[in-house]
């Protein structure tokens, strides 16, 4: 049977066209007509040049275009660009075992990191961003079944919420650094991570529920947003309890801003659990 634009054939082979040649493959036939479908070898003169190299970038990481951005000591951010790699799309390849540990061994700092906001308020041992994550996620699942909200995305989005501080820190309003230069670093220090994670299916769903929880753009986000504060709010009353500190700001800028009901319960029970200060 010959290769006609009239028997609609589609042809799949698992090697890339502009690696064949003319040459006989077996491969599968479909037409319109189902008794036409069959897998047997057929010659099939494919003559397909392989495409001319594009010129390359200025600047390469493996196949993904990047630019330094920030820099601290001992830390330097750099940013993909909005494709990741180069004309291609998210891999279901396993992570590579050297990809996986030195992601990994990045996201160790949020273990070590203290929560910025505890320390300039003079907290001692006070808890690191993994910490904070943690409680968060745990909250996640006892919150019980809410309408409309998918309760194991919350919990994957509360421990990636803050997964960009391993890179930036945990960047506060008393840092003096605008919302949207933070909102850059972060980004940036996402697509930093989407590298180290060879820009596969684990790059694209930490980058996904990380832009879902920054833009606030589902019942997830909403939700998650408000176990962030509460989360906060309740460390407070715990510092508060134990250290013998009043820590009135964190209750102050929260007032408000939760969007859920469980939110707004939780809350109220967490401030009627603050310590009386004389």
Not at 209 to 214: S, V
């Amino acid at each position: 049977m010959g290769l006609t634009a009239g028997a609609a054939l589609l042809l799949r082979t698992g090697t890339p066209l502009h690696s064949l040649s003319a040459c006989h493959h077996r491969i599968r036939i479909r037409t319109c007509n189902p008794l036409l479908s069959s897998s047997v070898p057929v010659p099939v003169p494919v003559r397909v040049p392989a495409p001319a190299p594009a010129p390359a970038p200025a600047c390469l990481h493996g196949q993904r275009r990047f630019s330094t951005i920030y820099r601290r000591p001992g830390v330097s951010v750099t940013a993909m660009d909005s494709a990741g790699v180069d004309g291609a799309t998210a891999t279901s390849a396993p992570l590579s075992p050297a990809s996986a540990i030195q992601f990994l061994t990045l996201i160790q700092r949020l273990k070590t990191t203290k929560r910025t906001g505890w320390v300039n308020h003079g907290v001692k041992e006070s808890e690191s961003i993994a910490d904070h994550m943690y409680r968060m996620a745990i909250m996640a699942i006892i919150s019980g079944d809410l309408p409309g909200v998918n309760k194991d995305r919350c919990v994957k989005m509360a421990v990636v919420h803050d997964i960009a501080e391993a890179i930036v820190g945990d960047i506060t309003p008393n840092d003096n650094i605008p919302k949207e230069e933070k909102n850059r670093l972060e980004a940036a220090a996402i697509d930093e991570m989407c590298i180290l994670l060879e820009g596969g299916i684990a790059a694209e769903e930490v980058k996904e529920l990380w832009l879902e929880y920054e833009n606030n753009s589902t019942p997830e986000a909403k939700f998650v947003k408000d176990l962030d504060k509460l989360e906060m709010i309740l460390q407070a009353v715990e510092y508060e309890s134990e250290q013998n500190k009043v820590l009135d700001d964190f209750f102050r800028s929260t007032e408000g801003k939760f969007q859920t009901d469980l939110g707004k319960a939780w809350a109220d029970e967490i401030r009627n659990r603050r310590p009386k200060h004389k």
